[in-house]
């Protein structure tokens, strides 16, 4: 039954509504009051400005809330209907409310440190880094790790930094902050004592110890995989328990407004004990990671499997009856490439600052068109990391010899930070999701994206916009922890489109902007559709389980950088507050 208003959704469904009730309202009413044909609610969110993210009925003054699942969506008044002795009234004052964020790209686990730790994301002050981490110190007993990260020495002055820089603010704790690309890692002289690292010791291929030309020691930065040096460190497997930081990361995600997320984590076990213990307050359509290198058909074969036993023990907890859908091996994730910053993004042409430059795939060509047929074979969509214009066709050569078969979750790109014309057309005939990342785009394109590609090649960077006008399913995400979780930065991103350009911010390529209401769709329901939760979460529609945040304001219209400031006030969880 459409429990809705007239005033909102059609007349012809209004009219169906107002007659079956006034059927039920003859039948077991004698009062005629019409309103108690639909049983109460047990939360009501009334005088608010909601963004619904459902095309069909995009604004609504609130909301009525039974069993974890919402029951009306509309006006004020109707909704006021539905309060009972019992039902929890929550008055908006106003105030916007928003579906619960889908993230469609997040790494919880690497991500943790940041959640428990310090995080120095988007600080451009060396002597900020420091008080910082001082105030974290003041809060961990001697001796115990202090981790996290996000520092970006290229924000701040270009150059690494160094151990005595923590060892000034941070004497009795070992520290070990990863960079925000998870490249590089900065420890202090107490942690590199403790894990016996020295200048001499042996680092896998590719790794490196910064060492001081002057003393000859390590200087506190430890690069690629030079990072194993400190993974049997006394006390850093506890510090790190993976549990417990999915716990913290979810924790962070709820602080945000997030309740579902796209993850790329690959803790199987974690996350269903995490769950088992009730304690799953994001849904997580989680990817099985296969990240570089050539793996066989029977791994895919094995992928499937698991996806089996996850679903039975998923379904064996009945926690689905109750939340809703709350964790799904969705599909495998590929990487062909690496990234702009370091040169190691696959480009059709030369670098514009690096010509020589010639990164090696991380998949090749024929390795990635296998695996996606076997991907195929076995009924899993991919999701393939592809940042260069170069490894964007590659994906898409690939999806096209072996297309998904109907029935199947659409298949992914994830990043796609450069791309040229003709392939955007290629997602829009293979039916390809673009998965992207606003804040990758305004980090960066000032920074050293020109750079990188000249400004010949600039409009073909980032080009949300054009995805949406070719009818191209445009999903929203952080990354994180490589850049900010929170989904009203990434959302003011790709609505003002605003970077550090010769010294100022500004707009650049304004014509690639998005709406507020395209963006907050890409953050919404358009995540809910690459899932097989689709009609269950994404839009705050009568049916679908009640996934809500509320701010502690109303967004100014039009939307302007202030939204990238706004606060959440509280986030639901089929209708359950996860925050605070
Ligand atoms: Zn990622």
């Known amino acids: 039954m459409a429990q809705t208003t007239m005033a909102i959704r059609g007349p012809l469904v209004g009219q169906l509504f107002l007659l079956f009730a006034a059927l039920l309202g003859n039948a077991c009413s004698s009062d005629h009051d019409s309103t108690r044909t639909i049983p109460t609610a047990d939360v009501i969110v009334i005088n608010a400005d909601v963004h619904t993210s459902d095309v069909g009925q995009p604004k609504a003054e609130g909301f009525a809330v039974r069993d974890g699942k919402l029951v009306l969506v509309g006006a004020d008044e109707d909704v006021r209907a539905l309060a009972g002795d019992d039902t929890e009234i929550i008055d908006a004052n106003g105030a916007t409310v928003l579906p619960g964020f889908v993230d469609g790209h997040t790494h919880l686990v690497s991500g943790a440190g940041l959640a428990t730790g310090v995080d120095l994301s988007e600080i451009e002050d060396k002597d900020e880094w420091l008080r910082i981490i001082a105030e974290k110190v003041a809060t961990v007993p001697d001796g115990k790790w202090i981790l996290g990260g996000g520092w970006d020495q290229n924000l701040s002055d270009g150059i690494l930094p160094t151990k005595e820089m923590l060892d000034s603010v941070a004497p009795g704790n070992p520290v070990w902050l990863r960079d925000i690309d998870g490249h590089s890692y900065w420890a202090n002289s107490f942690a590199i004592e403790l894990a016996e690292v020295t200048a001499d010791s042996r680092v896998p291929r590719g790794g490196v110890i910064v060492v001081s030309p002057d003393t000859g020691e390590p200087t506190g930065v430890f690069k690629e995989g030079a990072r194993v040096l400190f993974d049997n460190a006394p006390g850093m497997s506890e510090a790190t328990d993976t549990e417990a930081g999915i716990r913290s990361a979810m924790a962070l995600a709820n602080t945000l407004g997030v309740t579902t997320v796209h993850d790329m984590s690959y803790e199987i076990d974690a996350f269903l004990s995490v769950l088992e213990s009730t304690d799953l307050t994001v849904r997580i359509w989680q990817g099985a990671r296969r990240d570089g290198g050539a793996f066989p058909r029977e791994e895919f074969v094995a992928i499937a499997e698991e996806r089996e036993r996850i679903r039975k023990l998923v379904a064996a907890t009945g926690l689905t009856e109750t939340k809703g859908p709350l964790f799904e091996l969705g599909y495998v994730k590929f990487m062909v490439d690496g990234a702009l910053s370091g040169y190691t993004a696959l480009m059709k042409e030369p670098y514009a600052d690096n010509p020589k430059a010639d990164p090696a795939p991380r998949t090749t060509q024929n390795e990635l068109i296998k695996m996606v047929e076997y991907a195929h074979g076995n009924d899993i969509p991919v999701s393939i990391h592809a940042i260069g214009d170069r490894a964007v066709s590659w994906a898409l050569d690939a999806l096209a010899a072996s297309p998904s078969k109907p029935g199947m979750l659409p298949d992914r790109i994830?990043?796609?930070?450069?791309?040229?014309?003709?392939?955007?057309?290629?997602?829009?005939?293979?039916g390809i999701v673009a998965s992207m990342q606003p804040h990758h785009a305004t980090c960066c394109v000032g920074n050293y994206v020109i750079d990188r590609i000249g400004r010949q090649r600039l409009p073909n960077a980032y080009v949300w916009r054009s995805m949406l006008d070719h009818g191209i399913p445009l999903v929203l995400g952080s990354d994180w922890p490589t850049s900010p979780f929170n989904p009203l930065i990434q959302i003011a991103d790709a609505v003002l489109r605003e970077t550090r350009?010769?010294?100022?911010?500004?707009?650049?390529?304004?014509?690639?902007?998005l709406t507020f209401e395209e963006a907050l769709y890409g953050y919404t329901q358009a995540g809910a559709n690459m899932t097989s939760w689709s009609d269950q979460i994404g839009s705050i529609s009568a049916g679908k389980w009640a996934d809500f945040v509320i701010l502690n304001d109303k967004l100014a219209t039009p939307v302007d950088r202030s939204l990238a400031s706004a606060q959440v006030a509280a986030t639901y969880l089929a209708g359950t507050k996860v925050f605070p």
Not at 414 to 430: A, G, K, Q, W, Y
């Open 501 to 513: 350009l010769d010294g100022v911010v500004r707009p650049w390529d304004e014509g690639n902007t």
């Open 414 to 430: 994830e990043h796609i930070e450069v791309v040229t014309p003709d392939d955007v057309e290629r997602f829009r005939s293979l």
